[in-house]
């Protein structure tokens, strides 16, 4: 089975530096992923690593430790637009998604 | 415009009832997967399809069934519908099965009453 860890909420100041963090324990391990969701919408995907390090994408950066079974999600310059659920999501032995139960983000101003 | 549409966007449904909600992907992908999520539980998987043909359970199975006779559809059955299965359903496919992100469709809003 698996386990997969992150905080419920989290509060950050527009223009600011935030860090998501997510930890997992699961059968196999081919990829971790990161999406983000808009309240009432489909979550889009940000990130993926499956490789230990750090992945850079613009405003948004994730990383791997997959010996310590952890990852974090790191937001550069908030946004207001930025306010969202994050979703980390870990790929199993069998090739299916499972995902955390998310990381609401409210951006203050 | 490709992507993924499901059908339908919102019901209303009596427990008892027998409901399929419809998944289509002109992406040409392998991978096809069945999620719903809950306020508090986030997105569980209840079954996938890895490529047509074959299908697999996941994490909440029970009470749903799915086939997959081709590479765009994957229709999602409820036999016998009761209100613990009050969701929002998302339908999702990827590339293949070992690599490629989801894309997920708009989702599927189910009461049971």
């Known amino acids: 089975g698996q386990n997969i860890d992150q905080p419920t909420e989290m509060t950050a100041t527009e223009g600011a530096i935030v860090q998501i963090n997510c930890t997992y324990q699961?059968?196999?391990?081919?990829?971790l992923f990161w999406y983000q969701q808009h309240a009432g919408e489909a979550p889009t995907f940000l990130s993926y690593?499956?490789?230990?390090g750090l992945e850079e994408k613009g405003r948004f950066s994730s990383f791997l430790s997959r010996s310590k079974g952890y990852s974090y999600l790191l937001l550069k310059e908030l946004q207001m637009k930025d306010s969202a659920s994050y979703l980390c999501?870990?790929?199993?032995?069998?090739?299916?998604?499972?995902f955390g139960k998310g990381t609401s983000l409210l951006v203050t101003p | 415009i490709a992507g993924i549409t499901q059908a339908p966007t919102s019901q209303i449904l009596a427990a008892g009832r027998r409901m399929t909600l419809r998944c289509t992907q002109d992406?040409?992908?392998?991978?096809m997967y069945w999620y719903r999520q809950d306020l508090g539980l986030g997105l569980r998987l209840i079954h996938y399809?890895?490529?047509?043909?074959?299908?697999g359970k996941g994490e909440v199975p029970d009470g749903y069934s799915v086939s997959r006779a081709n590479t765009d559809d994957f229709p999602l059955t409820l036999a016998s519908a009761v209100p613990s299965q009050t969701s929002v359903y998302f339908c999702?496919?990827?590339?293949?099965?070992?690599?490629?992100?989801?894309?997920f469709g708009e989702g599927s809003r189910l009461t049971v009453l």
């Open positions: 999702a496919s990827s590339r293949d099965s070992e690599t490629g992100e989801l894309f």
């Open positions: 699961t059968s196999g391990f081919n990829g």
């Open positions: 690593n499956v490789l230990d």
């Open positions: 999501a870990v790929r199993d032995s069998r090739y299916a998604l499972n």
């Open positions: 992406m040409r992908h392998n991978a």
């Open positions: 399809s890895n490529t047509a043909g074959t299908t």
